[in-house]
């Protein structure tokens, strides 16, 4: 057999079992996108051939290093580091850094992989890449947490750049990281360019950069909704998270009228059975990104609320749900609690959050299910709209941003219909979305021909 020769869809997963030994997030991931592709490619030869699919799921390089700095009390501490660049076939690398103790290759892996489809998504001109350390910053001084930015930015900054790979922030990473990480770039590099976004708006930043993940995944949620002649309005969602994605996605359900009913960290989940209004977003907003506090603490400010340690939010009943937090945080035990309970819709804030299970779950009950590389690529596709800014030395106008956004957010919506709509009317996002973002990659990876 030619090696170019059609290899089936279990001998092709063997294949990435054996060649990423002990890295099951990644196996995951890419399992997931190759069964769509898979049906898609069946009878297109030219895929085959060319070995595209293969090509995707080998990064184009991955880049390890050692990242020493001092803590408060001078013992000298070593992390590990990374950086995977994708693939860079429709723009520069573009992917966040993520700070937290579970980070491995294979974590980063899978999400410079995701990254990929999800830039490709966004209609922008984004390659896919993620990089990040296993290095957690809690508990950390401000001085700490600034040395260890900068140590992790003597190495990346020789493989970064504006029009090469440009990283954001991601789990851990948030303003105060980019902001230390982007001063020792510039000081090493003496350029001022947009080499990472999520900046401060003084420094380059775009305004709604920080609250684009989540909004957008809520735009998201709401167009599957109209698809069914459905709204928010009145409507009971459970959402996972406190960070970044999880307060905004909060945030964007209130403005559109609908009632939030929990939020979880790492620690368990609040349950509010009022409701967690604007008010109550605001005090979670100070005391997790301020104050860098507990969930927990939530039911002291507000009394009637419940705190379930060590549970993820899902057996609470709910119309919609937004897993915000982390990946493989939804099971499948949690998706039929959510289906059993009349869940309507889910849209996920965070990255591969549902595991093969629960997404097949979903599936099988046919109701909406928005994955990660659709509903949450609001923040990369304002990511890339900073890049733009940067390269005009021009700052938008809020206004045009939102408007942009909710564009951005339709047009990865309309794409997912266009090629998920089954022949019953029924939409798999999951399919829609795994073929529109691997569609635009192949077409210009066949035009670069055998690189
Ligand atoms: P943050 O660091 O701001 O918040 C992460 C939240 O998830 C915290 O509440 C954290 O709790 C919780 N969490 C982290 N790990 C776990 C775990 N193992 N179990 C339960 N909860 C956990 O990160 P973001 O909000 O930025 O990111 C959340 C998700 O969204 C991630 O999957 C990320 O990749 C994805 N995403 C983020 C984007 C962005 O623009 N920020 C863009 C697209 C996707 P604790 O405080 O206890 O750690």
């Known amino acids: 057999m030619a090696i170019t020769d059609h290899v089936d869809l279990p001998t092709f997963i063997e294949g990435v079992q054996k060649r990423n030994p002990g890295q099951p997030e990644f196996v995951q991931a890419v399992q997931e996108v190759a069964q769509d592709i898979y049906d898609f490619i069946a009878d297109k030869e030219e895929y085959h051939h060319y070995q595209i699919l293969?090509?995707?799921?080998?990064?184009?390089?991955?880049?390890?290093?050692r990242v020493c700095w001092e803590d408060d009390n001078?013992?000298?501490r070593v992390q590990r580091g990374w950086r995977v660049q994708n693939n860079n076939a429709i723009g520069p690398y573009k992917g966040g850094i993520r700070f937290h103790p579970s980070v491995t290759e294979s974590v980063l892996k899978f999400l410079a992989f995701e990254q990929t489809f999800k830039n490709a998504l966004t209609g922008l001109p984004m390659g896919g890449g993620k990089g990040g350390a296993n290095f957690n910053p809690k508990g950390k001084s401000d001085h700490e947490v600034m040395r260890f930015c900068q140590s992790f930015m003597t190495e990346l900054y020789r493989h970064v750049g504006a029009d090469v790979d440009v990283p954001a922030g991601d789990i851990g990473v948030g303003g105060r990281e980019i902001g230390y990480m982007f001063g020792q770039y510039k000081r090493i590099t003496n350029q001022f360019t947009g080499v990472l976004t999520g900046k401060g708006l003084e420094y380059g930043g775009s305004l709604i950069r920080t609250e684009a993940t989540g909004y957008g995944a809520v735009y998201f949620l709401a167009a599957m909704l109209r698809g069914r002649g459905l709204n928010l309005e009145g409507r009971r969602a459970v959402i996972s998270g406190s960070g970044n994605v999880a307060t905004h996605a909060a945030e964007k359900v209130v403005q559109l009228g609908g009632k939030v009913l929990t939020l979880s960290d790492s620690e368990g989940f609040i349950h509010d059975p009022d409701g967690i209004d604007q008010e109550k977003i605001d005090w979670v907003k100070a005391h997790k990104t301020r104050r860098r506090g507990r969930i927990?603490?939530?039911?002291?400010?507000?009394?009637?609320?419940?705190?379930?340690?060590?549970?993820?939010?899902?057996?609470?009943?709910?119309?919609?749900?937004l897993p915000c937090a982390t990946q493989n945080e939804l099971l499948g035990m949690d998706a039929r609690a959510l289906v059993s309970n009349g869940c309507i819709a889910v849209a996920e804030g965070a990255n591969m959050p549902t595991n093969l299970e629960g997404v097949h779950v979903f599936k099988e009950a046919r109701i909406l299910f928005a994955p990660g590389k659709a509903a949450n690529a609001g923040g990369v596709a304002v990511s890339g709209l900073e890049m733009s800014q940067n390269s005009e030395r021009r700052a938008w106008k809020e206004a045009e941003l939102?408007?942009?956004?909710?564009?951005?957010?339709?047009?990865?919506?309309?794409?997912c219909l266009e090629h998920g709509r089954?022949?019953?009317?029924?939409?798999?996002?999951?399919?829609?979305?795994?073929?529109?973002?691997?569609?635009?990659?192949?077409?210009?990876?066949l035009a670069f021909g055998v690189v």
């Not at 939102?402 to 794409?415: F, S, V, Y």
């Not at 399919?431 to 990876?445: P, T, Y």
Request: contains cysteine; proline residues 9%; glycine residues 6%.
């Open 422 to 445: 089954q022949p019953d009317g029924h939409v798999d996002y999951v399919k829609g979305a795994n073929i529109a973002g691997f569609k635009k990659v192949a077409d210009a990876m």
């Open 74 to 76: 001078h013992n000298i």
């Open 54 to 65: 293969r090509r995707i799921a080998e990064p184009d390089r991955i880049v390890s290093f």
């Open 296 to 321: 927990s603490k939530y039911v002291e400010a507000f009394p009637r609320a419940t705190f379930h340690p060590n549970l993820p939010p899902w057996g609470v009943p709910c119309d919609v749900a």
């Open 402 to 415: 939102q408007q942009l956004l909710l564009d951005i957010m339709e047009g990865i919506h309309a794409r």
